[in-house]
Nanobody, 123 residues
């Protein structure tokens, strides 16, 4: 059974940092690109970042470039999203997803999804 389980969300002050984790099981993790998306209340799900199978290629949405870093550990079957210099507009539910095709920003290209973890940036 395929599972993606996000963790690491929470409440953080503006300017703070968080690291999200996405633990995978039930599929060949090293054969899938991994992505992070987010959805704020009343808004559509938005692409954040993606990473290729080996980690050699990454793509970010412009609004997080220089602040967020996506990475993966294939031995641990886990993907990460390090978020620095967080802003209130980063508040959203963050989802990880897996895709056989690298490295799309399109929601429809992803095959498997986690349940999401809430990130709230507020003073």
């Amino acid at each position: 059974q395929v599972q993606l389980a996000e963790s690491g969300g929470g409440l953080v002050q503006p300017g703070g940092s968080l690291r999200l984790s996405c633990a995978a099981s039930g599929f060949t993790f090293s054969s899938y690109a991994m992505g992070w998306f987010r959805q704020a209340p009343g808004k559509e799900r938005e692409f954040v970042a993606t990473i290729s199978w080996t980690g050699g290629r990454t793509v970010y949405v412009d609004s997080v470039k220089g602040r967020f870093t996506i990475s993966r550990d294939n031995a641990k079957m886990t993907a990460y999203l390090r978020m620095n210099s967080l802003k209130p507009e980063d508040t959203a539910v963050y989802y990880c997803a897996a895709a056989q095709r690298c490295c799309s920003s399109s929601y429809g290209e992803y095959d498997y999804w986690g349940q999401g973890t809430q990130v709230t940036v507020s003073s």
